[in-house]
């Protein structure tokens, strides 16, 4: 099994930023993509920013140019670097890896319990 845990939220001023980290830990044999997804207040969760295996990124429309999205394999982490935050962007904050735990297995999507990400107005 594949546990995730995610650090770094907390309350950010109007323009500030923040990093989000996220380690997977347990039996892991490889894992492919790497990301994050949010899920505001009262809303639904959405997708935010992925990270392939070999660096490729893809974003979410609203926060690219904002976001980055980066990953360390050695360390099993995914990050997410947020600048000029917005109101909107207001959520928790799941990280998720597309793992699997042997070269037999399937990789299946493993989730973080999530962090808070509150704007300060």
């Known amino acids: 099994q594949v546990q995730l845990a995610e650090s770094g939220g907390g309350l950010v001023q109007a323009g500030g930023s923040l990093r989000l980290s996220c380690a997977a830990s347990?039996?892991?044999?490889?894992?492919?993509?790497m990301g994050w997804y949010r899920q505001p207040p009262g809303k639904q969760r959405g997708w935010v920013a992925s990270i392939g295996r070999g660096g490729a990124t893809n974003y979410l429309e609203s926060v690219k140019g904002r976001f980055t999205i980066s990953r360390d394999n050695a360390k099993n982490t995914v990050y997410l670097q947020m600048n000029s935050l917005k109101p909107e962007d207001t959520a928790v904050y799941y990280c998720?890896?597309?793992?699997?735990?042997?070269?037999?297995?399937?990789?299946?999507?493993?989730w973080g319990p999530g962090t808070q990400v509150t704007f300060s107005s």
């Open positions: 998720f890896a597309d793992a699997r735990t042997d070269m037999h297995s399937s990789y299946r999507t493993n």
């Open positions: 347990g039996v892991i044999f490889s894992i492919n993509d």
